[in-house]
């Protein structure tokens, strides 16, 4: 895993609003190794989500993505036409939504809407994609694979739906799957579930996956690698051991510090900072966090300052400006 | 395509801007015809018919089978649209509105017998109904308004019944029942200016409608008789004709389209507005 | 389900009973009656009173309209005053112009609606969305009768491609029959097309922003699998709502159409009447049109219901 190819690389990705000219995004960049998991964190509205929108195209129309390099299995995005990034992701990439009724449609049965794509891919039959199915449902624990292929979405449980979305992003055995927040919809027993379900697959067949999460303390033993994103910009990433014992970003310190209490809700603020999170300008070049930030001093004037040191790369001019 | 974002607050919209010219236009055209038309609209000339438009200076649209200016008589004739199609909508509007707030706020069987009265009216092509009505009423300007404003009248009652027990089950409105308010009191104060914006609307749309039932009821030569202008009743007078003459089949097209646009494009227009003016679903 | 469904068919059935009183009542009241129709208005009263005898119009009305009312349920819709023949007979001899109209227009209206909507909900805000939109609106505000004038102008005498008042039954040949129904049924459509196309694009416009059309995306599918696969599966629903509802504008629409194009329909035959007087004849057909007007829209409305697996399944079993 250490050391192995990058697959996905993408450098400097900007997503604004072409309606107001705001910036969502603001200069990203990361990377997805072969065979890691990889966790985003970050609050709603850092940014996460339409950053891995980006990998699967599915950026909303006003909104627009601009990049120095994005490169996805060998391909640059910016170079390659729409069509060959729509094969592209369909062979490859599989997407868990995070809510799960409404992906699914609810007129077709699950059997009439998850094969289509494998049968378009690998020029196969519909009984042949019917079995492939039932192959991946019982990957992911359904005894009864004929029954869920038989049902309409509203007639399963949401851990079930959700464990649907997962065989069929696993249909084309795909490089990458990306899952956005796949566990804010279950309760905890079913997050638990789901995320060794992601666990064994990345072991068994080494697929890479991204779990998108404003949850840390869910996705710490699950995750190789974390990435803490914050209005728009990555704080911090390391391997998910470091972040936790050697947290250098005051952002980070401060999500580690909440888990114990409780799993924060989706729009709840963080009760620790006081502030909020800034929606303009975050294009800027001085520190975006430095007016919430409880050791703010005067090294945080001026443009913030960004260090990596072996895999950890953190944006703090205190703690990753050269001196520590 | 995802979605979109929510735009601002507007206050106009193309819709409602060519709507509105399209009306001025025809309101203006009546208010001239009163004051001056080129020729007169009903004296016939048979020495000078079928002039085609353009062939003499005077007759600027050409003239019909009986010489008469097809000018003069397209204004006219915009006198009987807007007198049968408005008056028509208005009484129409009032009497379903009174029809269907009655029915809302009585909630008893003569509630539901009206509304069913009203369902079975909606059931009726409107056409079908205006000319049964002519039958009993007469034809000409009298016949026609009363024939119109029939079937104009259970569109409203529905719109009027529906938005009023919509409304009742706002908090609000329970508040007030609950310090005794009247009836009376509660439709007129409370009821009427929530409602009043999407009345308006249905208003524009209706005045658009009746002016196509018009127009049809004088091409079948059901509504205004010669020798009245009216659009509609100058189409059928060039059916014998038009074959040899297309350019009577012409004009008095384009004005009724163009009318039946701007109320059209009017109603469509404040809609809009106000749907965004609201924030969105409420 | 069986509730909604037997409550859906006990309403069209209250509907229909209202409209046959409105009916009834409504030509009741026209001046002068079938015996003065049928003698002149010269006639003596004397002979005017002993014909309404015979033929029973002395009764008080409520009684008159109970026996029609009986008659239209055994299908005797009784006899024209002009024609001397069972009503029913005349209807039924014309319908096969007028219903051929119908269906042809409105096929041609959903043909053109669902690919214009589907096309213009999808490039929204571009050229083909600003046309759709101009077509929409325009094409509510021309009258059926004028655009027909044209296109007999314009198709059948310069361009000379159909015939100009020539109606073909379907035993002359398919397709001579269709030539000659292709304008009055292009002419129906034009007026139709304004609603439907508003409709669809809606609907479709709501649709393509929903989650699972992402999914669709995502898999990869080909652009016509995600477009007449999932997106139309969903925004059909209100659409064929209101080709239900336009079916009575439709209904409205033939006469005039009949009217101009001189087809032989149930339009042509319900002017006859209005103009004639016959009293009888118009109570019937406008019986008739209506009730399938009626019927039509619970059809639609059951359908839809049908289409729909959430109602179809979930009500089942409750």
Known sequence: MNGSESIVEVKNLTITDSATDRVIASNISFELKKGEILGFVGESGSGKTLSMKTVVNLLPSNLVAKSDKFIVLGNDYNEISENAKKALIGKNIGLVPQNTVFYLHPMFKIKNQIADGYMLYNKKKKSEGIERAKGKLRIVGFKDPDRILESYPWQLSGGMRQRVNIALALMNDPQIIIADEPTTALDSTLQAQVLDLFKSINEKTGVSIVIISHDLGVIRKYCHRIAVMYAGQILESAPADEIFENARHPYTKALIRVIPSLNIKKDERLMEIPGFVPEKNRERKECIFKKRCSEADERCNGDVKEGTEGLHYCKCSKYCGGEV | ?282 | MQNYIIKRIWSALVVIFVVSFITYFVLMLIPGDAAQLILGTDASPDKLAELRNAMGLDRPWIVQYLEWLGGLLRLDFGKSYLYGTSVLGLIIDRLPVTASVAVLSILIAMVVSILLGTVSAIKRNTAIDYFSRSVMQIGSAIPTFWIGMLFIIFFGLKLKWFPISDYSPLSDGLFVHLRSLTMPCTVLAIGEIGMMLRSIRTSMIDTLDQDYMDMARVKGLKNKTIYFKYAIRSAMIAPINVIGMQFAKLMGGTVVVESVFSLPGLGRLLLIAVEQRDVVLLQGIVMFITAVVVFTSLVVDLIVMLLNPKIRIRTRGE
């Open chain 2, 1 to 282: 395509m995802k979605k979109s974002m929510n735009k601002s607050r507007k206050k106009w919209n193309v819709s409602l801007a060519i709507g509105t010219v399209l009306i001025l236009a025809v309101v203006i055209v009546c208010i001239v015809s009163f004051i001056y038309m080129p020729h007169d609209p009903i004296e016939m000339n048979t020495t000078l018919n079928f002039l085609r438009p353009g062939a003499n200076e005077s007759y600027i649209l050409g003239t019909d089978n009986f010489g008469r200016d097809i000018l003069s008589r397209i204004m006219m004739g915009s006198r009987t649209v807007l007198l049968v199609g408005v008056v028509s909508t208005a009484f129409g509007a009032v009497i379903g509105i009174i029809l269907g707030g009655f029915a809302a706020m009585g909630k008893n069987i003569v509630s539901s017998i009206i509304m069913r009265f009203v369902d079975g009216m909606m059931a009726f092509p409107g056409i079908l109904l205006a000319m049964m009505l002519v039958l009993v009423v007469g034809r000409g300007e009298k016949g026609s308004i009363v024939a119109i404003a029939m079937f104009i009248v259970p569109t409203f009652a529905r719109l009027v019944y529906s938005m009023v027990l919509d409304t009742e089950s706002m908090l609000f409105v329970k508040a007030a029942k609950s310090y005794g308010i009247t009836k009376r009191r509660l439709f007129k104060k409370h009821y009427i200016p929530l409602m009043a914006t999407r009345l308006i609307t249905q208003f524009s749309s209706s005045i658009a409608h009746a002016i196509m039932v018009e127009t049809s009821l004088s091409f079948l030569g059901l509504g205004i008789q010669a020798p009245n202008a009216s659009w509609g009743l100058m189409l059928n007078e060039s059916r014998k004709y038009f074959l040899t003459y297309p350019y009577l089949a012409v004009a008095p097209g384009i004005a009724i389209v163009l009318t039946v646009l701007g109320f059209n494009l009017f109603g469509d227009g404040l809609n809009e507005l106000l749907e965004n003016g609201k924030g969105g679903k409420r």
